[in-house]
């Protein structure tokens, strides 16, 4: 499976970005996805999960109630919508696929990466 992510830049505090993944090469409609990042000096983390049905959905705290991920099957894309961004939120954002069933979505170990899309927020 590859996974190509786009959509980051530079935003100002307060900002918005919309993150997408588009998945190729395998049957990611049947895996569990993820958004993770990571910001200089720090370890990559777990940001939001959705199950491969869609109906389940997961989020670090710093981010529930401002990230919102989704999917579209069907396309074959995962999507991060980012609003009210902080400075703090400046990382490289991963797209992750998860093949295994999973009992939390925050728990997720990923099969596979893309490459990464920074993200900037400025204050």
């Known amino acids: 499976v590859q996974l190509v992510e786009s959509g980051g830049g530079l935003v100002q505090a307060g900002g918005s970005l919309r993150l997408s993944c588009a998945a190729s090469?395998?049957?990611?409609?049947?895996?569990?996805m993820g958004w993770f990042r990571q910001a200089p000096g720090k370890e990559r983390a777990f940001v939001a999960g959705?199950?491969?049905?869609?109906?389940?959905?997961d989020y670090v705290d710093s981010v529930k109630g401002r990230f919102t991920i989704s999917r579209d099957s069907a396309k074959n894309t995962v999507s991060l919508q980012m609003n009210n961004l902080k400075p703090e939120d400046t990382a490289v954002y991963y797209c992750?696929?998860?093949?295994?069933?999973?009992?939390?979505?925050?728990?997720?170990?990923?099969?596979?990466w893309g490459r990464g899309t920074q993200v900037t927020v400025s204050s």
């Open positions: 992750a696929a998860d093949r295994k069933i999973l009992t939390s979505l925050t728990r997720m170990t990923p099969d596979y």
């Open positions: 959705i199950s491969w049905s869609g109906g389940s959905t």
């Open positions: 090469g395998g049957t990611s409609s049947n895996y569990n």
